[in-house]
């Protein structure tokens, strides 16, 4: 259970994820758990993961040890990345065989958003990679932060970072997988 986001906005672009996490009816917040960032930083890019905890230590250690074979600059290069991790997680990360045979690819079980200066994407678990030009939110509240985002977007106001947090703070309201505090990380896009 989480909730992440990313916008873009201005020369901006903001990523942002809530805190908790839950381990069937129990709640583990940052208050207790120093290690409760769900974004991780490769390089230039900012990536928030959804799903199991252990996703971030994977993420984190398999960007790591194949840096040269990265990218995240395009949706053509984030499917390669994502399909090479898909490899991975079952070869070395022991990921489980799915077990709804309806589904016609196998699923890597985790969706993240990505921020860098090349813009704002989204991997769902069947890896279908798509690029967003204003914003989204992926996670167990992302119904409220989409509703937050949607309604702060258009306010000069506002930046890019801002939205995103209140998108994450809108989730944690309402949504009980979601909680705060929340962390967030801005950049500048190309």
């Not at 399909?83 to 969706?111: G, T, V």
């Not at 909680?179 to 967030?184: A, H, N, Q």
């Amino acid at each position: 259970m989480t909730t992440i986001s990313v916008v873009r906005k201005a020369g901006q672009t903001a990523i942002a994820a809530d805190t908790l996490t839950k381990w069937g009816s129990g709640k583990e917040s940052a208050k207790y758990i120093l290690n409760s960032e769900k974004i991780i930083r490769i390089d230039d890019n900012f990536i928030a993961v959804t799903g199991n905890a252990t996703f971030k230590m994977i993420l984190k250690e398999y960007f790591v040890d194949n840096a040269q074979l990265i990218s995240l600059q395009s949706v053509d290069d984030i499917f390669r990345t994502w399909n090479q991790l898909h490899l991975k997680l079952k070869e070395k990360y022991f990921l489980m065989p799915e077990e709804d045979k309806e589904d016609a690819i196998e699923s890597s079980r985790m969706d993240v958003l990505i921020a860098n200066p090349y813009g704002i994407f989204g991997v769902s678990g069947h890896r279908t990679v798509q690029e967003f030009s204003r914003f989204y939110a992926y996670g167990s509240g992302s119904d409220y932060a989409l509703g937050s985002m949607w309604t702060t977007y258009d306010s000069q106001d506002i930046s890019a970072e801002t939205i995103a947090r209140k998108s994450i703070e809108a989730a944690a309201e309402f949504d009980d997988g979601t909680g705060l505090p929340v962390d967030s990380f801005t950049i500048k896009t190309r």
